[in-house]
């Protein structure tokens, strides 16, 4: 069996734990508000790193470009007007 299997297999086993764990470990109490807070707050900054990662990767790395016309997603985020190259 190859590394990545391995490693794969090994993951999978794994995600399957914690997940079966998850209802168990509470045992029926309520979580502490703090967490709740943590919980809550875990789904917005996730969707909003997906969104800036999918804005701004090009296949290998991210880059935002220095000029606002060469990317007018960022250069709109941001408040401002993407500009023509020309005049």
């Known amino acids: 069996m ?7 297999a090994g993951l999978a086993i ?3 734990a914690i997940k079966a764990a998850g209802p168990i470990v509470p045992g029926g109490r309520q979580l502490p508000a703090q ?10 900054a ?3 790193a997906l969104v800036v990662t999918a804005t701004l990767a090009d296949g290998k ?9 060469a990317s007018p997603p960022v250069a ?6 993407a500009r023509s190259s020309g005049a």
């Open 2 to 8: 190859s590394t990545s299997v391995t490693l794969i």
């Open 14 to 16: 794994v995600t399957a």
């Open 35 to 44: 967490f709740l807070g943590v919980i809550s707050l875990l789904a917005p």
């Open 46 to 48: 996730l969707l909003a």
């Open 61 to 69: 790395d991210l880059a935002v470009a220095s000029t606002p016309s």
């Open 76 to 81: 709109r985020s941001r408040g401002g007007r």
